[in-house]
């Protein structure tokens, strides 16, 4: 089992609102498509859900958000699924497109339910899920992030590998010099050269997601999402193009499943 | 309360696959956004779900189809919910899309899911899922019908009002004289002026969707889609322009809530 995360600097132009990379999104669901094993894709919200969640002044933190504004999230990102499935579908895969809301009670993850979506990407189908606006009781919400839903998937169902593909040749060990670290183990102290923060957290959540997988012991892939070949020969063994964070070890062995 | 299934035959043109019907799509949007109570919107799947579900042969019982066709269902779903959600929005409504693998366990309604849409349209939004295919476990697949979705919702969540929006005037006693039934009781053998059958059933299974939820007390109403007015009207109480099916009372009195 892949499971892989879309950024959604690299699907989306961040500069611009509303506005998909459609030349990135079907390259990316091409190399998706061609990998000879489970997969399931999560991707962000980038120009979509992101900006309106800036406009509605909305976090990951559970609130009484704008109403209207839970809504705008949620319309601008079913859109911007749609596109990444309808890409999967015509780059030969069968995407089965599960918004969060199927994942999470609230804002707790539905671990019975991201399991069942491992049963599905192991009968065939790719799960796709997404970062959100989510219900979280009476008239508050919050924004689900795709990086935390990656970890949440990671942790309940231990894919042998977890990609996260974004605007960067993977960690660098100081941004000035866009130096890539190959290699490195959780909690490591480094920086990306990805476009700076944003509401679900930027580059430091998505690191510290990345060590919450990490320490679970499970290899973590930082890799340049506009080179979706580097996912390919990553998932193929043939290197890591990128920055690979090694799960880390429990009794001198890794604690995964295959 | 009031439970409102927008027919695939209203919101979509079925001689024509994958046409919504963009102009009868933004009138019923324009009324929900108006109904003065909490609504949650049921929709089929007309000419893109239902079309794509008769090319790849698949049914509401569950079995080994396609993979892909699976696929292309969820897609077009995904693509008609956007349109439906995005009229309601422009429309002033406060729409809270929920793909129904959010309310169901594989084949099985996810009664405290749907409890939680109810809370989700009482705290201001207005909840919104679809008929669709959904993984049944294995490689087995199904086709859930918006139809089902109401019932399984009705009994659940108890609206004061069910109202099934469809390509017809309401329930005709005849269907050659298109003589409309203006009130009946459930289990009362009738007949609609709907196009013919479908794979979820066609008018038999509507009937019988109705039929069920009547039976539990709860009011149906069968009205024009393309008449949004006379859902309006019957909301406020002045009068029902169609096919009132009057929920069964128990004990002499009706067993619903409000």
């Known amino acids: 089992m892949i499971l892989v995360k879309l950024g959604g600097s690299v699907i989306t132009d961040k500069a611009r609102p509303l506005t998909p990379r459609r030349a990135s999104i079907r390259a990316l669901a091409s ?8 997969v399931i894709a999560v991707h962000g919200g980038g120009s979509f859900g992101h900006y309106w969640s800036v406009r509605h002044d909305m976090h990951t ?3 009484e958000y704008d109403a209207r504004g839970v809504a705008t999230v949620k319309d601008s990102m079913a859109r911007l699924g749609a596109i990444v499935t309808g890409a999967l579908l015509r780059a030969g895969a ?17 671990t019975a339910a991201i399991r069942d979506m491992a049963r599905v990407a192991e009968a065939g189908w790719m799960p796709v899920t997404y970062g ?15 990086d935390r839903i990656m970890s949440m998937v990671a942790l309940a169902v231990r894919p042998r590998l977890c990609v996260f593909a974004l605007n960067a040749d993977g960690v660098y060990s100081d941004p000035s010099s866009r130096e890539v670290v190959p290699e490195m183990r959780a909690g490591q102290g480094v920086s990306t050269g990805d476009a700076g923060m ?9 690191l510290a997601e990345s060590a919450r997988i990490a320490r679970a012991g499970i290899d973590v892939f930082v890799v340049n999402g506009n080179r ?16 690979l964070i090694r799960g880390r070890r429990v009794g001198g062995r890794a604690a995964r499943s295959s």
Request: charged share 25%; glycine share 14%.
């Open 94 to 110: 069968s995407p089965y497109p599960l918004a969060p809301s199927s994942i999470m009670r609230r804002t707790r993850a539905d």
């Open 61 to 63: 933190r559970a609130d």
């Open 198 to 206: 944003d509401v679900t957290g930027g580059m430091a959540r998505k």
């Open 132 to 146: 959100d606006a989510l219900w979280a009781g009476g008239r508050r919400s919050f924004i689900l992030s795709g």
């Open 31 to 38: 190399a998706l498509a061609g990998l000879r094993e489970p």
């Open 228 to 243: 979706p070949g580097r996912i390919t020969a990553a998932v193929a063994g043939k290197g890591h193009q990128g920055t």
